[in-house]
């Protein structure tokens, strides 16, 4: 069977021998721009491409929609964890959740297709339901305050909200950064009388 990779691998080549890869950050190996992005795995939508990132610039998570799952979540805990004991001095990192427009991932809404998912795979409809980045603008909101109110993430870490327009190649920012720890001390503030 022909592997896709095989045409890629005279760049590959190329990379090896222009030593690039010798610029290593240090352990924790924590990159260089001191960004954690969250986007989609939709092709059009890769941040080394509309950020313009070179190599070992920030740590890359893609997901259907750029939604943040648990299993985001619990990436996010083990990195901040590794700062938190392996660098506690920093520099923490901001991660920066990016929803795009016109994303794949709203095919679910079509009921027919997400309960034939949910028949095939097992997984649970109505989360299947809650999955699309129908408005990113709203579901970036709503995955930021996911990793606020995550008891595992870092306080020290920062939290940011963008849309990636596939219309215009531009990426808008929906919500300014924030540390993770400022609405966790909202929350543990006592009531005003
Ligand atoms: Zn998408």
Redesign the pocket.
């Known amino acids: 069977m022909l592997s896709h990779i095989t045409p890629l691998l005279e760049r590959n080549r190329v990379f090896a021998e222009n030593g690039t890869w010798r610029n290593t950050p240090r352990l924790p190996f924590l990159p260089f721009k001191g960004l954690y992005l969250i986007t989609?795995?939709?092709p059009r939508?890769d941040p080394a491409d509309f950020l313009g990132l070179q190599f070992s610039e920030a740590i890359v998570a893609r997901t259907?929609?750029?939604r943040v799952t648990d299993a985001v979540i619990q990436d996010l805990a083990y990195i901040g964890y590794l700062v938190e004991t392996l660098a506690p001095e920093g520099p923490y990192f901001e991660v920066a959740v990016i929803h795009?427009t016109n994303?794949?991932?709203r095919l679910l809404e079509e009921p027919e297709l997400r309960h034939g998912f949910a028949e095939r795979s097992g997984y649970d409809e109505a989360m299947l339901a809650r999955l699309p980045?129908s408005v990113p603008g709203e579901s970036v909101k709503a995955d930021i305050e996911k990793i606020f109110s995550a008891p595992q993430v870092s306080s020290r870490i920062t939290v940011s909200g963008h849309v990636y327009h596939t219309e215009t190649g531009r990426l808008e920012t929906v919500i300014e950064p924030r540390l993770v720890i400022e609405p966790k001390i909202r929350a543990q503030a006592p009531e005003r009388v």
């Open positions: 989609c795995i939709d939508t259907v929609g750029g795009h994303c794949g991932s980045a």
